[in-house]
């Protein structure tokens, strides 16, 4: 199955909140199901430069990060018919459009985001991260912030 990650997902990565709980468990989650991981191309820049700009990281900790994310992930590239599509389908938002459109070009099954909304007319799935793993996790698997009670 192949799985694209949207930029914000990718980000709460870096991130110690409660969406970093949510997207650390999907891509982990996809990694145990065999899935094949994917990060839209044109989200790359934005990604790369987040690292640094929320200041998440110091330069060279966060080039060292978007090296490992291009090691994990495959890239969905972008083609100009993924533009002409996304220009002539715009929903909300363009960037997300072209996401999702190079998403189904691609052969995505599932792309998931934070962004839901900004993706109601996707030709491809989208699910949250929490849909996603209440959709795929194998039930034998726990994590650790699933067993400690809320604060």
């Known amino acids: 199955m192949n799985i694209l990650f949207d930029t914000n997902v990718v980000i709460d990565l870096f991130t110690d909140t409660d969406d ?9 989650v996809a990694l145990l199901r065999d899935f ?3 990060l ?9 430069y987040l690292l640094t700009a929320r200041k998440l990281m110091k330069a060279a900790d966060a080039r060292r990060a978007f090296g490992d994310l291009l090691q994990l992930f495959s890239i969905a590239d972008t ?3 993924d533009c002409l599509a996304a220009y ?18 691609t052969g995505i099954d599932f792309i998931v985001t934070r962004n ?7 030709p491809v799935p989208v699910l949250s ?3 996603f793993v209440d959709l795929f996790k194998p039930a034998d698997i726990v994590y650790g912030w699933e067993t400690l009670p809320p604060e």
Not at 88 to 105: F, G, N, Q, T
């Open 20 to 28: 970093f709980k949510a997207a650390f468990t999907a891509v982990d």
């Open 36 to 38: 094949k991981l994917w």
């Open 40 to 48: 839209p191309a044109c989200s790359t820049p934005s990604i790369r």
């Open 79 to 81: 083609t100009s018919a």
């Open 88 to 105: 002539e389908h715009e929903h909300r938002d363009y960037e997300d459009d072209l996401v999702a459109y190079s998403a189904h070009r």
């Open 116 to 122: 839901g909304r900004d993706f109601e007319k996707s």
């Open 129 to 131: 991260p929490t849909e």
